[in-house]
């Protein structure tokens, strides 16, 4: 590592989030974490740093506090209900994005659902055929990722942002490295998927995409769990 890192986490209580939090941790970073609840983040550490605060545009969040000084910002944010009423998603990252052009802080991940589609690409058939059965109770969420992704692409071409559209599956022990893919789906662990956050946003080459991640480096198409 050429130096140590500030990482601002949104989402840093939930599962994904908190192993993001640890790995960086591990790795000699610096992590400042948004918490609605800080004490669901059990995570104790001197380069920790925990801002108790809520994404929703009734907070008092101060965003200019909370990028102030990273190199990198990750979200985790997802709230099905929530995001069943409105997008609070899109309506924070429109908020978000002006604060770290403010501050120089140029690169953004944001984790998606694997069922949310990228701007002008179709789903495969199998993860459509998913979307509309199984998973449609949550179609306000994928509908609020897709309307980030839209506007970071319209809008936010200035910063160097990337998007995981990710397979969570949930927790449990490695199944091994996630690689970035294009048409390739792999229903991950929350574990794998944060590693392949914190490789994926310091990797220039995933600037301005919209993958998905897989065990396998594959352009294939096919998902696999």
């Not at 949104?10 to 948004?34: D, K, M, N």
């Not at 990273?70 to 944010?77: G, K, Q």
């Amino acid at each position: 590592m050429d130096r140590q890192k500030t990482f601002v986490v949104l989402g840093g209580t939930g599962q994904t989030g908190q192993h993001l939090i640890r790995l960086a941790l591990e790795q000699g970073h610096r992590v400042r974490a948004l918490a609605r609840t800080p004490a669901k983040l059990t995570i104790e550490h001197p380069d920790l740093e925990i801002v108790r605060g809520s994404i929703t545009g009734d907070s008092d969040l101060d965003l200019d506090a909370l990028v102030s000084g990273a190199d990198f910002v990750v979200s985790m944010l997802g709230d099905a209900a929530a995001q069943r009423e409105r997008p609070i998603n899109t309506e924070f990252v429109r908020r978000l994005i002006p604060a770290m052009r403010r501050h120089g802080v140029g690169r953004f991940l944001y984790q998606a659902g694997g069922l949310s589609a990228a701007p002008g690409v179709g789903l495969p058939p199998a993860l459509r055929l998913i979307r509309a059965t199984i998973a449609r109770g949550y179609i306000g969420q994928h509908e609020d990722n897709e309307a980030v992704m839209r506007y970071l692409t319209d809008e936010a071409g200035d910063i160097e942002w990337m998007v995981h559209r990710a397979g969570i599956g949930g927790d449990g022990p490695s199944k091994g490295a996630l690689h970035r893919s294009e048409k390739a789906f792999s229903v991950a662990t929350f574990r794998d998927c944060a590693a392949y956050a914190l490789t994926t946003v310091m990797d220039a080459t995933a600037i301005h995409t919209c993958d998905f991640s897989s065990y396998r480096a594959s352009a294939g198409g096919t998902a696999r769990a």
